[in-house]
C-alpha cells in the first residue's frame, strides 16, 4: 500500500511562511488529481487547493492569492507554498492523491500539524 509522508509543518506566527511537502513511498500510475485539505478542530475537512493531472490549479477562496500548489514531476512530490499565514489557517494538512482509472483509490497523508500563533 503506498502511503503519503508530509513534511513541512509546525509554529509560526501570523504574517509567517510555510512550505508543506508530500512525497508517495511508490509511484502511483495514472494519476487525476492532487490536493490539500485541511481540518480544523470541531470542524469537516475542508479543499485548500488542487492540481489536475494537467496543471490546472484551483484554491480555495480563503487562500487564493497566498497559498500555491505546486508538484515536481521529478521528485513525485506535491507541495503547497502558504504566505501570510493567518491564526484561522490552524489545523491538521492532509495530502490527497487521486486516481480514477483503472480503479478509483484516493491516498491521504497521515496530516501535520500547521500552528499559526504569536
Known amino acids: 500500500q503506498v502511503q503519503l509522508v508530509e513534511s513541512g509543518g509546525g509554529l509560526v506566527q501570523p504574517g509567517g511562511s510555510l512550505r508543506l511537502s508530500c512525497e508517495p513511498s511508490d509511484y502511483i500510475f495514472n494519476l487525476y488529481s492532487l490536493g490539500w485539505y485541511r481540518q480544523a478542530p470541531g470542524k469537516q475537512r475542508e479543499l485548500v487547493a488542487g492540481?489536475?493531472?494537467?496543471?490546472?490549479?484551483n484554491y480555495a477562496d480563503f487562500v487564493k492569492g497566498r497559498f500555491t500548489i505546486s508538484r515536481d514531476n521529478a521528485k513525485r512530490t506535491l507541495y503547497l507554498q502558504m504566505n501570510s499565514l493567518k491564526p484561522e489557517a490552524t489545523a491538521l494538512y492532509y495530502c490527497l492523491f487521486r486516481r480514477i482509472w483503472p480503479t478509483k483509490d484516493d491516498y491521504w497523508g497521515q496530516g501535520i500539524q500547521v500552528t499559526v500563533s504569536s
Open positions: 492540481i489536475s493531472s494537467g496543471g490546472d490549479e
